[in-house]
């Protein structure tokens, strides 16, 4: 019996608003969390954040994306136009975006609605 995804009543971001999602986000890693998600909650899902009353610094300094090299950013309009549903779930600012589906034109979907990775702004520099 799946667990019930745990939401937020939180209002929806407004569009201009960035979402961050740690990591590269490769097909394979996103295929991974959605899977996980589907076996807890029964809907394809992945985690980002909502980068709410912060900077994209700051919210990369979070403990739940500190530890990652690089970051992908975009916005809830973006994801939304992709046609993606972003939940409140959990705690704030952590939201679950949701996968109709793990179809190849899904994923691709996914990826452009997205900017390429970049370096985590929140991670001290080296050396």
Known sequence: MPLTLPLRPDLPPEDAIVV???????????????????????????????VIDTSVQEACRSERIASYRRVRLSTFGRVRSAGFALLATFDHPHFTLVLADLSELTLARLDRSFDEPIANPGRPPLG
């Open 20 to 50: 961050l999602r740690a990591g590269v986000m490769s097909a394979d890693t996103v295929i991974r969390a959605a899977e996980r998600t589907f076996a807890l909650y029964a809907v394809y899902g992945i985690s980002v954040e909502g």
